[in-house]
């Protein structure tokens, strides 16, 4: 669901580890009704790990689960972060032993995972083609055909903002205004800002590095073609992209320095932080906890260059596990559109599944904190904005982790931007 700091050393040995890995293991005959929900259990109690980060929703699910299978027991383990969730999981699987029975997988490093597709079980069945948008599935679909992970949410992008502070530097303050006024290019959002900085003290977005997520979703190969090319430091979209954020946030002022998850950033919601900032669904749920006490946030349907998506992630059933049709059912469940929907209430995880997208609950959600904005509306209209699925091959994760420490340089003053280019650059080459 969120990118976080990549540990290179880290995975640098974890991937020798994985190659070193023999042919999967002999697995348990999972149903083939388990894709649909249906659950398959044994003759006896079971108990199901489960593992997922950040915030999901499931915590309800999981107790309205467990009330209609007595005799399946489910223990949650949540990592704090995905990148505490992806170091753990990329460990275990090395040494073979310690996954759960359903792990969660965040959609920038699975392609990590995806060339070790042979090390989960297949969950393609009948009853899931057509499920999800057919980008989604893509993504978690080897080339033998073996679907590895049922998709839980994707992360269609609105923008949130503070319509107190807007009103307070005299521009227009209801959602549909500010759609208007923000408009819906890099340089329209932009130009905002600059007519926001004028009358405001307040910085108009939280970082670079949030903002550059936004915009390089948008470029449909940015770090590494299919056939495994890495084109990160000579792709002209991705330098042009660089500078153009560099320029918005630093030259003419527009950024917060707020690098999303650190400690400052997490306080700014409580002081003026930022006037607005790119928001995929799930980011609704993250500020209405962060701001709380706070009024004036709410949600424009619009977003810089028509559509984006940030975020989203899958539940795996490794071959590990010793109940893989028990655990297929309790994924095929927790990933179904009625479930789907209530993690959206809970927590703003916008549903993958089709079926949940056309669905009036769906479109009939608001969120009071938000002014009452209809985010179901919102965010199913700006997923079906999204043109561009960029492909993300084996090296996005720690590729895309270089250029935000590039940019985190250049907020804390550490380094200038053609410095702290120059540096990505070589990172980029360490990585082989």
Same mark, same amino acid.
């Given at each position: 669901?969120?990118?976080?700091?990549?540990?290179?050393?880290?995975?640098?040995?974890?991937?020798? =580890?994985?190659?070193?890995?023999?042919?999967?293991? +002999?697995?348990?005959?999972?149903?083939?009704? +388990?894709?649909?929900?249906?659950?398959?259990?044994?003759? =006896?109690?079971?108990?199901?790990?489960?593992? /997922?980060?950040?915030?999901?929703?499931?915590?309800?699910?999981?107790? &309205?689960?467990?009330?209609?299978?007595?005799?399946?027991?489910?223990?949650?383990?949540?990592?704090?972060?995905?990148?505490?969730?992806?170091?753990?999981?990329? /460990?275990?699987?090395?040494?073979?032993?310690?996954?759960?029975?359903?792990?969660?997988?965040?959609?920038?490093?699975?392609?990590?995972?995806?060339?070790?597709? *042979?090390?989960?079980?297949?969950?393609?069945?009948? *009853?899931?083609?057509?499920?999800?948008?057919?980008?989604?599935?893509? #993504?978690? /679909?080897?080339?033998? =055909?073996?679907?590895?992970?049922?998709?839980?949410?994707?992360?269609?992008?609105?923008?949130?903002?503070?319509?107190?502070?807007?009103?307070?530097? =005299?521009?227009?303050?209801?959602?549909?205004?500010?759609?208007?006024?923000?408009?819906?290019?890099?340089?329209?959002?932009?130009?905002?800002?600059?007519?926001?900085?004028?009358?405001?003290?307040?910085?108009?977005?939280?970082?670079?590095?949030?903002?550059?997520?936004?915009?390089?979703?948008?470029?449909?190969?940015?770090?590494?073609?299919? &056939?495994?090319?890495?084109?990160?430091?000579?792709?002209?979209?991705?330098?042009? /992209?660089?500078?153009?954020?560099?320029?918005?946030?630093?030259?003419?002022?527009?950024?917060?320095?707020?690098?999303?998850?650190?400690?400052?950033?997490?306080?700014?919601?409580?002081?003026?932080?930022?006037?607005?900032?790119?928001?995929?669904?799930?980011?609704?749920?993250?500020?209405?906890?962060?701001?709380?006490?706070?009024?004036?946030?709410?949600?424009?349907?619009?977003?810089?260059?028509?559509?984006?998506?940030?975020?989203?992630?899958?539940?795996?059933?490794?071959?590990?596990?010793?109940?893989?049709?028990?655990?297929?059912?309790?994924?095929?469940? @927790?990933?179904?559109?009625?479930?789907?929907?209530?993690?959206?209430?809970?927590?703003?995880?916008?549903?993958?599944?089709?079926?949940? @997208?056309?669905?009036?609950?769906? #479109?009939?959600?608001?969120?009071?904190?938000?002014?009452?904005?209809?985010?179901?509306?919102?965010?199913? &209209?700006?997923?079906?904005?999204?043109?561009?699925?960029?492909?993300?091959?084996?090296?996005?994760?720690?590729?895309?982790?270089?250029?935000?420490?590039? @940019?985190?340089?250049?907020?804390?003053?550490?380094?200038?931007? &053609?410095?702290?280019?120059?540096?990505?650059?070589?990172?980029?080459?360490?990585?082989?």
């Amino acid at each position: 669901m969120k990118p976080r700091q990549t540990r290179f050393q880290a995975l640098a040995a974890i991937t020798v =580890g994985l190659l070193a890995l023999s042919a999967c293991g +002999a697995s348990a005959d999972a149903d083939n009704d +388990a894709g649909s929900g249906n659950t398959a259990t044994a003759s =006896g109690p079971v108990t199901l790990k489960l593992a /997922t980060f950040n915030q999901f929703g499931y915590e309800d699910l999981i107790t &309205e689960y467990m009330a209609a299978h007595p005799n399946v027991k489910i223990e949650h383990k949540k990592a704090a972060t995905s990148n505490e969730a992806r170091d753990n999981l990329n /460990t275990r699987l090395a040494a073979g032993s310690g996954l759960s029975d359903v792990e969660a997988v965040e959609v920038d490093w699975l392609p990590e995972l995806m060339q070790y597709s *042979d090390k989960f079980v297949d969950l393609k069945s009948p *009853d899931t083609d057509g499920r999800w948008l057919d980008w989604k599935t893509k #993504a978690a /679909t080897d080339s033998e =055909g073996r679907l590895i992970g049922y998709g839980t949410d994707v992360g269609p992008e609105a923008i949130c903002y503070r319509a107190d502070l807007f009103e307070k530097a =005299g521009l227009p303050s209801d959602r549909e205004a500010v759609a208007t006024l923000l408009g819906n290019t890099w340089e329209s959002y932009f130009a905002a800002g600059a007519q926001f900085k004028a009358k405001s003290d307040v910085p108009w977005f939280d970082s670079l590095g949030a903002t550059w997520q936004g915009m390089i979703n948008q470029v449909e190969t940015a770090y590494e073609t299919p &056939e495994g090319e890495v084109i990160a430091t000579t792709n002209p979209d991705v330098k042009k /992209t660089y500078d153009a954020v560099v320029k918005a946030g630093i030259n003419d002022g527009l950024s917060a320095k707020l690098q999303q998850w650190s400690d400052d950033w997490v306080a700014s919601f409580q002081d003026n932080g930022f006037a607005t900032m790119l928001c995929p669904g799930w980011m609704v749920g993250v500020i209405e906890g962060n701001a709380k006490g706070v009024k004036g946030w709410d949600v424009a349907n619009t977003f810089p260059g028509g559509g984006g998506n940030w975020g989203g992630s899958y539940l795996t059933v490794p071959n590990q596990s010793k109940h893989q049709a028990e655990a297929k059912a309790l994924a095929a469940w @927790l990933t179904a559109p009625e479930q789907q929907i209530k993690a959206f209430k809970k927590v703003g995880a916008f549903p993958s599944q089709t079926a949940a @997208l056309d669905n009036p609950e769906l #479109a009939a959600v608001t969120v009071p904190f938000f002014n009452n904005a209809p985010t179901g509306k919102i965010f199913a &209209e700006r997923a079906k904005a999204v043109t561009v699925s960029p492909f993300k091959g084996p090296k996005y994760f720690p590729i895309n982790d270089a250029m935000q420490q590039a @940019l985190t340089r250049i907020e804390d003053g550490s380094a200038t931007p &053609e410095a702290s280019w120059e540096k990505f650059v070589a990172d980029v080459q360490a990585l082989g």
